[in-house]
């Protein structure tokens, strides 16, 4: 998802840079490298060269812009990823980290957990009881509190509550 600088920058580049006739020129370059009348390291030396030369032209003070995502962005957690520090992003399957490879996932046991639950889950490393998961095995419903297993990769586990 662009943020508006990322659409700032973009726009502020010298339209030689973003136009198709840039990519129709690669395409007869990349005909050439098949050919062999020219090499890819050549290629890829006169491409660094040229966009390096195109984005030193970009006057960085002169773009505006926040750090945020667009409109009709995905929403956004408020805690950071417990690995990296970065945002997580709300999608339908996953809540997941845009830096590294944490997710917990949107439904887990036939349950669909909260952006609210998995505040909690990251900031304090268990959620509250849950009711409503569903047994795979016996097609039963459950209730348990979600443990998070690994700050890397989000795995959860189940802590059940202990009989009276």
């Not at 973003?18 to 020129?25: E, H, I, R, V």
């Not at 812009?65 to 009709?72: A, L, T, V």
């Not at 009711?131 to 016996?138: A, E, L």
């Amino acid at each position: 998802i662009p943020t508006e600088t990322g659409i700032a920058f973009f726009n502020a580049l010298p339209d030689i840079a973003t136009q198709p006739d840039m990519t129709a020129l690669w395409s007869e370059q990349q005909t050439l490298i098949e050919q062999g009348s020219l090499s890819v390291d050549d290629f890829i030396s006169k491409l660094m060269t040229f966009l390096t030369e195109q984005v030193s032209q970009v006057d960085v003070g002169e773009i505006k812009g926040e750090h945020k995502p667009r409109e009709g962005g995905l929403p956004r957690l408020e805690s950071p990823c417990p690995n990296c520090g970065n945002e997580i992003v709300a999608s339908a399957k996953t809540y997941a980290c845009t830096g590294c490879t944490f997710k917990v996932w949107s439904t887990i046991a036939d349950k669909k957990i909260t952006a609210s639950q998995v505040e909690t889950l990251i900031k304090k490393g268990k959620t509250v009881e849950i009711k409503g998961f569903v047994s795979k095995k016996t097609g039963k419903s459950f209730s348990a509190m979600l443990v998070l297993q690994d700050k890397t990769t989000g795995a959860v586990s189940f802590e059940f509550a202990k009989k009276k």
